[in-house]
């Protein structure tokens, strides 16, 4: 059977998966999931960058198909960022961020893989919940990011936070200003997370001039990203419930090819 790539835009987790099971974890019984198989990696990509073919369209979970991913990415608002844009960035520190739940909700952990000047420099993971959900993962995940661009910005560097979140940023950089100016309320319900979401806010407001919190697509291989995540994993693994430096011992270089090799999330 020749090999297919699945594309989730939405779903537990998005990203492209290479088996089936692990994008069915990501859509079945997740209110409007968007998925999709492609015959070759490449196209895969393509599609999930939101540079396919207008024509193009995506299963849902009920079997109905949805625009193409070109409308759909262009209508939240958020932009992504790809490896090579973000290579070109002349940023001092670039912070990627990531959050897994096994199932969801379950098992939660955080990730983060800090890039200073071009190379990769610290590894945390950690915030360990035995009964979270992706979406808090992923924001303790940005939140403690923000903590170290705060650190940073304050030596003077300039700082990008790259999370594959959409929620996350949305959250923090644009839903969060309207729902503080009504009380912390909004009309359709409940805001979920919303303690840690105050939190993040606040330290948002003070330091959005001097830090950029960017969107990268998960799972296609920026190897931040991939970093990031497999320390979400190895949070879960190892229920890690502070947030701990991976890599403590600074005279040993990391040996990236052994942690990509890992499984993902």
Not at 42 to 60: I, L, R, V
Not at 197 to 226: C, D, P, R, T, W
Request: hydrophobic fraction near 35%; include cysteine.
């Amino acid at each position: 059977m020749a090999k297919k790539f699945y594309v989730v835009w939405q779903g537990r987790k998005t990203g492209i998966f290479n088996d089936w099971a692990t994008c069915k974890q990501q859509i079945e019984k997740f209110s409007g999931a968007q998925y999709k198989s492609f015959p070759t990696l490449d196209e895969a990509q393509e599609a999930f960058s939101g540079s396919s073919s207008s024509n193009s369209t995506a299963k849902s979970a009920s079997g109905t198909t949805a625009s193409g991913t070109k409308k759909r990415s262009n209508a939240n608002g958020v932009k992504t960022y790809t490896a090579k844009e973000i290579d070109a960035m002349d940023i001092n520190t670039k912070i990627y961020t990531d959050g897994g739940c096994e199932p969801n909700p379950g098992k939660a952990g955080s990730g983060i893989a800090v890039y200073r000047d071009e190379k990769i420099d610290e590894l945390w993971y950690g915030l360990f919940n035995s009964y979270g959900t992706n979406n808090t993962a992923e924001l303790n995940a940005l939140h403690y990011a923000m903590r170290i661009a705060d650190h940073e910005s304050k030596q003077g560097k300039s700082i990008a936070i790259f999370c594959d979140s959409k929620y996350s940023i949305q959250c923090i950089t644009q839903w969060a200003a309207g729902w503080q100016k009504k009380g912390w309320k909004k009309p359709s319900g409940e805001i979920k997370n919303l303690e840690l979401i105050k939190q993040m806010f606040a330290l948002y407001s003070a330091i959005k001039s001097k830090v950029q919190i960017l969107h990268v697509n998960g799972h296609v291989g920026v190897e931040g990203n991939e970093l990031a995540d497999r320390m979400s994993i190895i949070a879960i693994d190892k229920k890690e419930e502070g947030f701990k430096l991976y890599n403590e011992d600074k005279s040993k270089p990391i040996d990236l090819k052994a942690l990509l090799s890992l499984r993902n999330g």
